[in-house]
């Protein structure tokens, strides 16, 4: 009788995944030559696997009491008690018993199933508060009725000399914390010392370094300037005051470029720049690049044509005068380009 049973239940059921596998483990049973061991612990793991998940298990658990008398027939029905209940085989029964009862079959063993997947750890959780409260409220109530009860000497002074030990270790140890805070506090004291100083220290090497920067390096001169000078020579016994005025620009790496209409002209570089913070002195020397305008062939032994030596006073960082090569007095005035190509229109 329990091959058919279990075949019924198969098709009834429309073979699921685990119902499959309980099919493999009957027809293991039927035949064990063909199917062999590994479908039988197929079943079984799978089967171990599923009742191990809350969902599936009170499911099944749900669905085998509330169709309890599908489980009885399953499992205990003869032909004799089939036809008792109206049907011939045990398959026509199930079918409509299955028609009777689609709720309780389907519907119902969902909603337990779904209850107690959702509500048992609900209730635990519950439980454990419940539980933890009971218990303060029992600590609470003995200690409140504790206090009137009478205390023996042995443990009233082995409770003395236990907290009296307790006191002057806690003692012991705010001692021993405070003498860490003064460490500490002390440390931080020399650690913000030393970065004031060193900050100190950085503003210092900077400022130096501004200096350095400015005594060796062009950038206080950089940018474009109007030049005009002028010089006395005598010619034929009469004095002669002669004058000019140029645009320039000097960059960082010392070129001296005098501004036309149409072009920048590299005629000098400046060399032995430095620059006195402290009285606003300026000291370079123009290196002639190209010959003089005029001069077919310059004498190199004349140094006038080679080299020009300023010695200025900067004015605001906008303005230097003085003089070139001791007898040309010069005046250089910082301009934009806007100013320069007006001029040269």
Known sequence: MAAPRLVVLCVWLKKPRFIKSSCIFYQSL??????????????FSSANDRLK??????????WAIINWPVVIALFWYGSQDIEKTGFKTLQSYIVDYSIKHYWELYWLPLIFAMG????????????????????????????????????????????????IARTENLEKIIKSENSTIQLLEKEKTLRLEALGEKNELTI???????????????????????????????MDGSVNTISGEEFL????????????KNEARIVFKII??????QDGTVFFIKQRMIPPEGLIDPNPSQIVYKHLVNELILHNGNLMTGRE????????????LDEINRQNN
């Open 249 to 260: 620009e000097i960059t960082i790496d010392g070129s001296y470029a005098v501004l036309t």
């Open 116 to 163: 107690y997947s959702v509500g048992m750890p609900v209730l635990k959780n519950a439980l454990r508060v419940l539980y933890a409260k009971l218990d303060s409220i029992g600590e609470s109530a003995a200690l409140k009725y504790s206090k009137y009860g009478n205390v023996p000497m042995t443990k009233y002074l082995s409770f003395r000399e236990n907290y």
């Open 325 to 336: 090569n001791g007898v040309i007095n010069i005046r250089y005035e910082r301009v934009t």
């Open 30 to 43: 039927l035949q064990p030559k063909t199917i062999g061991v590994e479908n039988i612990k197929d079943f």
């Open 272 to 277: 032995h720049f430095s620059y006195n913070a």
């Open 204 to 234: 210092q090497i900077n400022g130096l370094n501004e200096k350095i920067r400015d005594i060796t390096t062009l950038h206080k001169i950089t940018g474009t300037w109007r030049s005009t000078f002028n010089y006395q020579v005598t």
């Open 53 to 62: 998940n809350p969902f599936v298990f009170s499911f099944v658990s749900s």
